[in-house]
């Protein structure tokens, strides 16, 4: 059986180690269910713990809603932006970044209007008194542009479909980063995101711009923007992001570093603050709060001079707008409702605070040490403990997953995603406990088909509900054993045809058999008309001598009403005696591989048997060793018979017979007057045993003892012992 319990433990070890090699599949593949799942957590981590921004450094120009009723609808002509753009500059600013692009000439500008109005209405207008510089609006941002820390927006396009139709008339000036390779490292322009196409500002604006950056963010598959690209690849060439130009202006001092692997990006460093970013230079964002978490001034507050110098001084400010007309709304994982304007100034606060949220590329290491760890400790705890004693230690490792990865996050704004070694948990565990449930109901069928014809009903019940305490294996336990026999069985089937035997038999076995299940007794075999049976296996049964006893005392009741059916039906009736005796011996499953048989072997077994051999002898119906009166105390009346060594034993065994206390409540004198006798027989007193003997069989019960011990007397008075112990030696089983 020590094979089936390793067979057994080796089948949830496969389980646990399939389900382990699931999850880290699953956590290497990143799946898009897995990958939603964890867009989720870490929306829910960035929920809970983000903190307000950190640098003072970035603020919003917000074109609003105040500031389109007051200054007028979008698109502003382009004089009044320069008018912005100066405005700022005079606020001293340290960059002024622009969420918006300026790709089409200003048809407001006066000499624009002029234009049109010729090549449609065929009229010449002429201005007077405007001078030179306000008639063409986009000349004069131009010359404006150039004498500010002024970044400008363009977008990249990276589908292919979606750059058809477009003409790149693009001036963009591109960076040159400081590249950092590890051996085998693939190029830069490989391992950054590829444009195929940009929508630009006017060649006029952006050779007039001391730089430009790109506006250029795709959301997840949920809609939600959580990272952004800060470096773009476009025709060989290197640009940086509007919040990465607009650092670049600010701190002209500062050089951006991309250090690369095998793999891709590993980090870009922009002086002194490292950016963990994924394999193509993508930072996850660190959101500081909903919409309006930074500083907002007003762009018509700029116009009109009404804001305070002390809160633009030295500062980034991003030109964008807050306006839901103007439809820049970038859904966070904050705030559906994100300006997206606000994206570039929280890049700007991640990357001078060194907050970014960090996810390296090693970072997956963590989340499959974690699978692997926990696959195997839930495995390993399953094979050996109940799975719901396991379910509240598996429910507080689950959240001590959560919460620790939700710890690395706050204080170390480091994401390692729960996800899969919490779904390693819970599937290891549901699908092990699965098994688990399968292979008991397996073994209560076993056991039911197995023990129903031998074992009581309450027996089973107890091993269906605890299969642990049904042992099957060998072992050494102490059993109360019991021997019934028909006597003379062999002349009453020479009586009788053979169907009447049969059907004789089974009248006489089938109450018996239910005797000893209904008294928590096991049926061990049927040996002709022999019966037997043994208590305490396999599984414990409490008092199981006193057990053994009343089953053997109510067999025989059972048998004296059948008897009267026997009578009518077949003309005969029967005797059976019962042995008892209560030892240690060795019980299991016996025979070979194949064929086997659930029993007991040992001396004890066999001394059960001579006992049982006695009763014809002594024409008693119960006799029962020493060992069962011992166990049962008062609870029956035991009655000492003889001291004998049965055959082939050498050590002497006394024997008794039991009884009802209220059974034989008559014949206490009998039973006084018969211990009286058998101490002058130990003592060699054979003539006084005698005499007590006779006196003995006048009360017209149990004349085969009496006649026996008369007999016995006689013999040893003719030819007494020279030496006597009392203890008389059989020779027949």
Known sequence: MNHKIAKGQWTIAIAGSVTTLLALFLCVTHFPLGRHIDHIIYDQFLQKNHTPPVTRVPLIIDIDERSLREAGQWPWPRYQVAFLLKTLQQYEVAAVATDIIFAEPDMSSPINIQRNIKNILGVDI???????????????????????????????????DQAKGIDANCELTPINPTIISSPGAIPVHEALPQAVSAICPLPL?????????????????????????????????????????ALRQAFPEQNVVVKLNERGVQSIRFGNSVIPTDRQGKMLINYRGPSRTFDYISAIDILQRKASPADLKGRIAFIGTSAAGLKDIRPTSLDPGFPGVEVHATIVDNILSGQPVRQPEWAILI????????????????????????????????????????????????????????????????????IKYWREEKAKEYIHSAFSHYLAPSVISQIMESPDLLKLEGQEKEVSIQFSDVRDFTSISEKLPPKQVTTLLHDYLTPMTEIITQHNGTLDKFIGDAVMAFWNAPVDVENHQIKSVKAALAQQKELAKLNNIFLESYGITIQAGIGLHSGLVHVGNMGTTELFDYTLIGDNVNLASRIEGLTKFYGLEILVSRSIVTACGDDFLFRFIDKVKVKGKAKPVAVYTVYEHDDVDHRIEEFNLFDKALESYAKGQFAETMELIRKLKTFGTDDVLYSLYEKRCNTLINNPPEVWDGIYQHTKK
């Open 126 to 160: 002429k201005f007077s008194g405007l001078p030179d510089s306000l008639k063409d609006n986009d000349k004069l941002l131009a010359s404006n542009l150039k004498t500010g820390p002024f970044i400008l927006g363009f977008d990249f396009i990276t589908n292919p």
């Open 205 to 245: 604006y952006s050779s007039n711009a001391p730089g430009a950056g790109f506006i250029t963010i795709a959301a997840d598959e949920d809609a939600i923007y959580r990272r952004v690209p800060l470096l773009f690849s476009w025709e060989e060439n290197v640009y940086p992001s509007l919040a990465l130009a």
């Open 367 to 434: 989340e499959l040490s974690a699978v692997v760890i926990t696959g195997a400790a839930i495995t390993i705890l399953l094979m050996w403990t109940n799975a719901l004693w396991l379910s509240v230690p598996a429910v507080i490792l689950s959240l001590g997953i959560w919460f620790g990865s939700s710890a690395l996050f706050t204080h170390f704004h480091f994401f390692a995603s729960p996800l899969y070694p919490i779904f390693t948990l819970v599937i290891t565990f549901t699908f092990i406990t699965a």
